[in-house]
Each structure stands twice: as structure tokens, then as C-alpha cells.
């Protein structure tokens, strides 16, 4: 699986629009993106995923560049609920053991009253 | 849709005890669980991958006989921690996923070994 590399850390203003960047420099053409949240002694939650075109769903939007080098993950309009640790990861889409996820260290998202 | 369920929340039990934890898929038939390890503030390490009916796959460093895996069911994976110690209380975190969709991630088990 590609490493990614996020920023550790973001500020947000409640009810703006969060934008958190991450590198996949080496990801390769198989390897989608995925993002995913934890909220605090939870569980991760699925946010989104994509291959290459741009994705939208009621949680969020995500950018990916032409070159696949990079995507962003966009929170329209981001509410205090949404303070948690991101994560973005390059993976494999398929059965079995090919879609595990390897988690790196994420961004940590507060969003600010 | 899509609801992974995780039992217990949280347990606390003596040194040399085993411990089983529980992860159901609700509405979907889980062709592969995964199940996690979290310490405080670091990351989620993945400790095994297991497919129905079959044996479960170790992380490097995991060991199988320590944390037994059973995948008996599609709905159903379990986790056992064999004679926990102190040094395993964590996090414990399973996902799920039927084929071609995302994992989706239960709500963990804080495990605390005395």
C-alpha cells in the first residue's frame, strides 16, 4: 500500500468549509483513497472513497489530482461534532485481505466555535 | 445501513484470565473481518484479517496463539486474548466488509487487564 502523509494538525471555524490535504505521491493506479474519521474513544467512521474522479456524498467531498498525487478531503460546512482525527489511506480495492487498511498518524481536525 | 456491533464495550478482568470479544455484522454478511489494536494516543494497528470459514491472517509481530480468531459465521468473528496480562489491556477495535464495499468499524472494547 502507498504511504500517505497528512498534516498532524488543523484549526477550523465552525460552520466554514475544512479542507484536509494529503500526499500519495507513490500510490499506484489500483490504489484507491480512502477517508476515515475517529471521534474520541469511538470506532472509525467511513467518510468517502475514490479512484481518480472526484467524489461527493452527504458526509463530504474528495479532490483528487489529475496526477493522483494528492487529494483533499472537503467538509462543506464543518460543525463541532465533526472535531476528530482523519485519516487518509491508499489501499487496494477488492476481497479478502486486499482491502486492509493501514492506518498512519491522520490529521487531528478542531473545529472552533 | 452498514452497522458493525462490538461486545463487550468495556471489561475488566485479573492477569491469566481470557478474555472474548465479540463482533457482529448487522445488516450484512461480512465476507472478511479485521481486527484492531489502539494504545493511547497512537494509531489503530492492524492485528489480523479473517475470512469465513477460514483460518485468520497475523500481522507481523501478532501472536496467534495469544489473540485467537474465529470467523465461524459471515455475521460473526471473535476475538480471544488467551491468559491476558496487564501489558494487553488496549483498545481492541473489529471492522467489517462484504465484497467490493468499504470497512465499516465497530465501536471498540476497552480491555484492562489487573
Known amino acids: 500500500d502507498a504511504k500517505t502523509t497528512q498534516p498532524p494538525s488543523m484549526d477550523c471555524a465552525e460552520g466554514r468549509a475544512a479542507n484536509l490535504p494529503c500526499n500519495h505521491s507513490?500510490?499506484?493506479?489500483?490504489?484507491?483513497v480512502y477517508w476515515y474519521r475517529q471521534i474520541h474513544s469511538q470506532g472509525p467512521q467511513y467518510i468517502i472513497h475514490g479512484l481518480k474522479n472526484n467524489e461527493t456524498n452527504e458526509m463530504a467531498s474528495l479532490i483528487i489530482t489529475e496526477d493522483r498525487k494528492s487529494s483533499t478531503l472537503i467538509l462543506p460546512h464543518a460543525t463541532l461534532r465533526d472535531t476528530a482525527v482523519y485519516y487518509c489511506?491508499?489501499?487496494?480495492?477488492?476481497?479478502?485481505?486486499?482491502?486492509?487498511?493501514?492506518f498512519g498518524t491522520g490529521t487531528l481536525l478542531a473545529v472552533q466555535p | 445501513g452498514a452497522v458493525v456491533s462490538q461486545h463487550p464495550s468495556w471489561v475488566i478482568c485479573k492477569s491469566g484470565t481470557s478474555v472474548k470479544i465479540e463482533c457482529r455484522s448487522l445488516d450484512f454478511q461480512a465476507t472478511t473481518m479485521f481486527w484492531y489494536r489502539q494504545f493511547p494516543k497512537q494509531s489503530l494497528m492492524l492485528m489480523a484479517t479473517?475470512?469465513?470459514?477460514?483460518?485468520?491472517?497475523?500481522e507481523q509481530g501478532v501472536e496467534k496463539d495469544k489473540f485467537l480468531i474465529n470467523h465461524a459465521s459471515l455475521t460473526l468473528s471473535t476475538l480471544t486474548v488467551t491468559s491476558a496480562h496487564p501489558e494487553d489491556s488496549s483498545f481492541y477495535i473489529c471492522?467489517?466488509?462484504?465484497?467490493?464495499?468499504?470497512?465499516?468499524f465497530g465501536d471498540g472494547t476497552r480491555l484492562s487487564i489487573l
Open positions: 507513490t500510490i499506484s493506479g489500483n490504489e484507491y
Open positions: 471492522s467489517a466488509r462484504e465484497v467490493r464495499q468499504p470497512q465499516h
Open positions: 479473517s475470512n469465513e470459514g477460514s483460518k485468520a491472517t497475523y
Open positions: 489511506i491508499a489501499t487496494l480495492y477488492g476481497g479478502g485481505a486486499t482491502n486492509k487498511l493501514i
